[in-house]
């Protein structure tokens, strides 16, 4: 008898053991526990720590309450103005009510996918491809709101949506290069013709200063000089002076030769009076002598010694008179008469 209600004892112990085992349940802190008995919704949703339930009768479903974070898959479409991407994002979302995500949807976490990539599919075809590459905040809070939509009857909040890449195809990459290549050249030519502009009117300025100050063109000059020889591995070629070329303007014919053979480093040759009342010059050494022989022969004209078309002296007479005539004589000499007209005798050529 003792031995029998021992047994018995020990077997309601096990049986209360096994009853607490199985229906003893422990919810997270981020979870909500809803419970169906007999397959029918409980009222009130179970709250985190150690709650029970009756075996073999109730159903414990645990929610996860956190924030989701679900990509959502490339999509390929066709925008407003005809233009092929492919598009992919990116959707965060928690549940707000437990016994909604159990009992109106069958899985919330597929249907928020579904729900995601035809949502993004339809702002593709809505949307152009600058509002694509540029607009994206108005873009990302469309396709949340499209979502957000049908997900509160399932006890789900869209907490954010955001498109992360937009692929385009490569032409329509190369053609967005060309065009950004275009602006920037356009940018840089208008930004290069306001230069020019600026600088034309600086040395505008300038110019007139310079106007003013002669001497001023010289210094400048000389600071280009400077500014050549610089460069240790270049040739300086130094032009012409300035003020030299303006004094040879304003010179007579005779002083500009003489400043010219001033400059160049020649003899200047003596100055002797023709028979004309003028100066001659004089060759100062054999070279000159000759190199002045040879040019009035060159000059001559091929006519006989003394004879002269009509209306002309003869050449070659008044050359050899002239050659002639002392220096102290020049001044007492009668002025050359004119020789009689006439008639052209023809001629040789000269061998």
Request: hydrophobic share 45%; with cysteine.
């Amino acid at each position: 008898m003792v031995q029998e209600l021992v047994v018995a004892v020990i077997a309601a112990i096990c049986a209360l053991g096994l009853y607490g085992i199985s229906a003893a349940r422990v919810i997270k802190q981020y979870e909500r526990g809803v419970v169906l008995r007999l397959g029918q919704l409980r009222e009130g949703v179970r709250g985190p720590g150690f709650t029970m339930i009756v075996p073999f009768v109730d159903r414990l479903h645990k929610v996860n309450m956190q924030i989701v974070t679900m990509p959502v898959p490339a999509q390929d479409g066709i925008t407003r103005d005809n233009v092929t991407v492919r598009v992919d994002a990116v959707i965060y979302f928690k549940v707000v009510d437990a016994a909604d995500a159990v009992i109106r949807v069958e899985d919330y976490r597929f249907a928020v996918s579904q729900m995601a990539q035809t949502s993004l599919r339809s702002i593709i075809g809505k949307s152009d491809l600058d509002d694509l590459l540029s607009n994206r905040e108005r873009l990302n809070q469309g396709l949340e709101l499209m979502i957000d939509s049908p997900a509160i009857g399932w006890g789900v909040q869209i907490d954010r949506v955001e498109i992360k890449d937009v692929s385009l195809p490569e032409t329509m990459k190369r053609s967005m290069a060309r065009q950004a290549e275009a602006d920037r050249e356009r940018r840089a030519r208008v930004i290069n013709a306001d230069a020019e502009l600026q600088a034309s009117k600086k040395l505008a300025e300038a110019a007139k200063q310079m106007s003013e100050q002669p001497a001023a063109l010289q210094l400048r000059l000389l600071q280009t000089v400077v500014a050549v020889a610089a460069e240790k591995n270049s040739t300086l070629v130094l032009p012409f002076p300035v003020e030299l070329l303006r004094f040879l303007e304003r010179a007579t014919p005779a002083e500009a030769a003489q400043a010219v053979r001033a400059v160049s480093g020649a003899p200047v040759p003596s100055a002797v009076p023709s028979a004309s009342g003028g100066a001659r010059t004089e060759p100062r050494t054999s070279s000159e002598a000759a190199e002045r022989s040879e040019a009035s022969e060159a000059l001559a004209p091929a006519t006989p010694l003394g004879e002269a078309p009509v209306g002309e002296a003869p050449v070659g007479e008044a050359a050899m008179g002239e050659a002639a005539i002392d220096e102290d004589a020049i001044d007492e000499a009668p002025p050359p008469r004119a020789a009689p007209r006439q008639k052209p005798v023809p001629t040789q050529p000269r061998v």
